[in-house]
């Protein structure tokens, strides 16, 4: 079963305007959520995490929400730049576990000029 | 710095046959994870090694097994190659904060025929 999920398989969305992608879990022990980015032919990069004891954190024009009540995190990137088109993963951390991250399946983003 | 390097980063293999990775993490980390990424799938964990030492494992069939020197570089290897074992296998390392960010190599892809 899987612990943590992304629904949505694709976004596209218009240059200039704010993408949302979303990931939910179940796991109420996950104490660190992260996001990654990854072009094709290439390893996932460090977008932004947040801590679970936190409800927002902002990097330039990345911005992570989390929802402890309903398991929901999001990413925000505002605004969208046609650079921005990548699979996003959504990982999640049991507390301790550093090496150990449990990984949606991706959204890929395509952000159109 | 060098980033976490990964051989070969392509292979063909039949099989039955047996594969065996590397990969080299960031100087000065101590940990290697390893990650199975599959086409609709999300990444999935393998194992962890810290200090010459498996830290967890994942729910993989035995087949999967791996090793960590004491220069911290990692290898794993794949016995009696089966069609789905066909993936790219991401190898990430970490030194801290104990934030679950991870450094991923680009990865080593493996065709199984």
């Known amino acids: 079963d899987q612990q943590v999920k992304q629904n949505s398989p694709s976004l596209s969305v218009q240059e200039g305007r704010i993408s949302i992608l979303n990931c939910d879990y179940t796991?109420?022990?996950?104490?660190?959520f992260l996001w990654y980015k990854k072009y094709p032919a290439e390893g996932p990069t460090f977008l932004i995490s947040?801590?679970?004891?936190?409800d927002k954190n902002e990097d330039g024009r990345f911005t992570v929400f989390l929802n402890k009540s309903a398991k929901h995190l999001s990413l925000h990137i505002v605004p969208s730049q046609p650079g921005d088109s990548a699979v996003y993963f959504c990982?999640?951390?049991?507390?301790?576990?550093?090496?150990?991250?449990?990984f949606g399946k991706g959204t890929k983003l395509s952000v159109k000029p | 710095k060098a980033g976490v390097t990964q051989t070969p980063r392509y292979l063909i293999k039949t099989r039955g046959q047996q594969v065996t990775l590397s990969c080299s993490p960031i100087?000065?980390?101590?940990?290697v994870s390893w990650y199975q990424q599959t086409p609709g799938q999300g990444l999935q964990f393998l194992f962890e090694?810290?200090?010459?030492?498996?830290?967890n494992k994942g729910n993989f069939p035995g087949r999967f097994s791996g090793r960590q020197f004491s220069n911290s570089r990692s290898e794993m290897n794949v016995s009696t190659l089966e069609l789905g074992d066909s993936a790219l296998y991401l190898c990430?390392?970490?030194?801290?904060?104990?934030?679950?960010?991870?450094?991923f190599g680009e990865g080593s892809r493996l065709t199984v025929l």
């Open positions: 947040i801590s679970s004891i936190k």
């Open positions: 796991n109420s022990m996950f104490d660190y």
């Open positions: 090694y810290f200090s010459e030492t498996q830290r």
């Open positions: 100087s000065g980390h101590r940990s």
């Open positions: 990982a999640a951390r049991e507390g301790g576990s550093q090496g150990n991250l449990i």
């Open positions: 990430a390392s970490y030194s801290g904060p104990n934030t679950g960010e991870l450094f």
